[in-house]
């Protein structure tokens, strides 16, 4: 059974820093990629970045230059630096694992607080 636990969000003041963490375990999929999702109050839930099995990385626009996404393929963990924050960053950050086993299939994690005020 697929689980992704989450850890590291909380209280940061505008301008500070955050890392997330995901580690995912009972999974063996050769393909796949992990990434973090966020989802504001009244918004929909939006790709922040990614990293791939083979390390090939994509960031939103808007999170380029300022969140860095990696991994530790030990210890099947992927993390998510977020450095410059912002008010508008605030949301429940989820951890995703879509792996690939003759179709495509969505794991998600059940998602860490960021809030991002003075």
């Known amino acids: 059974q697929v689980q992704l636990v989450e850890s590291g969000g909380g209280l940061v003041q505008p301008g500070g820093s955050l890392r997330l963490s995901c580690a995912a375990s009972?999974?063996?999929?050769?393909?796949?990629?992990m990434g973090w999702y966020r989802q504001a109050p009244g918004k929909q839930r939006e790709l922040v970045a990614s990293?791939?099995?083979?390390?090939?990385?994509n960031y939103a626009d808007s999170e380029k230059g300022r969140f860095t996404i990696s991994r530790d393929r030990d210890k099947n963990t992927v993390y998510l630096q977020m450095n410059s924050l912002k008010p508008e960053d605030t949301a429940v950050y989820y951890c995703?694992?879509?792996?690939?086993?003759?179709?495509?299939?969505?794991?998600w994690g059940q998602g860490t607080q960021v809030t991002v005020s003075s």
């Open positions: 995703n694992l879509r792996g690939f086993n003759y179709r495509w299939l969505d794991y």
């Open positions: 009972g999974f063996s999929f050769n393909i796949y990629v």
């Open positions: 990293i791939t099995n083979s390390g090939g990385t």
